[in-house]
């Protein structure tokens, strides 16, 4: 049984920062595409960061240069790291893991199979 479980989440003012982490269990992780997603109010999921199971990450355009994703294999985290925060990164905040994903999808949620339960961010 595969469980995310997101932390970090909060209010904080533009130009701030938030680290927010994934804790998971129930696969071998290390082979595993794993994602953050977003969803602000009234609009669609989408992706904002990813990070394959080779380590390599991706990044969505309106977060490059401000976010950073990375994972530590010991502890089963992975950790989305927020800097020069906008009001319009509010939203809830999304962990995601899927065994394969093709790189061409890998900031596209339909690519996942499994979710967190998500943590809220509000930028003010």
């Known amino acids: 049984h595969v469980q995310l479980v997101e932390s970090g989440g909060g209010s904080v003012q533009a130009g701030g920062s938030l680290r927010l982490s994934c804790a998971f269990s129930?696969?071998?992780?290390?082979?595993?595409?794993m994602g953050w997603f977003r969803q602000a109010p009234g609009k669609e999921r989408e992706g904002v960061a990813v990070i394959a199971g080779s380590g390599s990450p991706g990044y969505a355009d309106s977060v490059k240069g401000r976010f950073t994703i990375s994972k530590d294999n010991a502890k089963n985290t992975v950790y989305l790291q927020g800097n020069s925060l906008k009001p319009e990164d509010t939203g809830m905040y999304y962990c995601?893991?899927?065994?394969?994903?093709?790189?061409?999808?890998?900031?596209?949620?339909?690519?996942?199979?499994?979710w967190g339960q998500g943590t809220k961010v509000t930028v003010s």
């Open positions: 129930g696969y071998t992780y290390s082979g595993h595409c």
């Open positions: 995601s893991a899927d065994p394969w994903v093709p790189a061409s999808g890998r900031l596209a949620p339909d690519e996942y199979a499994h």
